[in-house]
C-alpha cells in the first residue's frame, strides 16, 4: 500500500489498507495509512474517520492526536463535509 502511495494512486492504496483492515482491525499503522490515502484524495471526512479508529486503538500517540486534529480541522472548512447544498 505504501509504494502505491509513492507512486500517486492513492485510490488504490486506500483500498489495499480497508483489506488489511479486515483481517488486522486493530492495526494503527493501517488506519494511518488509509488516512493519509484519503487525505491526498481530498476525502477528508473519511480520513478523519481513520484517524479516530486509530486513535481509539492508541490514544497516548500525540503526533496522532495532532494528525486527527488537522484532519478535523480540514473536514470542517471543506465545503463538501458539511454537505452544503444549492437552493
Known sequence: ???????????????VYQSLLR???KDVDAYL????????TGDYRAAHLAL???????PNDVALRR???LAGKLRY??????YLTSA
Do not use: C
Not at 77 to 82: I, T, V, Y
Open 23 to 25: 483481517l488486522t482491525p
Open 33 to 40: 495509512g488509509l488516512a493519509r490515502a484519503h487525505m491526498l
Open 1 to 15: 500500500a505504501a509504494l502505491l502511495m509513492k507512486a500517486g494512486s492513492p485510490d488504490r492504496a486506500a483500498a
Open 67 to 69: 494528525e486527527m486534529g
Open 52 to 58: 479516530v479508529k486509530a486513535f481509539v486503538h492508541n
Open 77 to 82: 472548512l471543506d465545503p463538501a463535509s458539511r
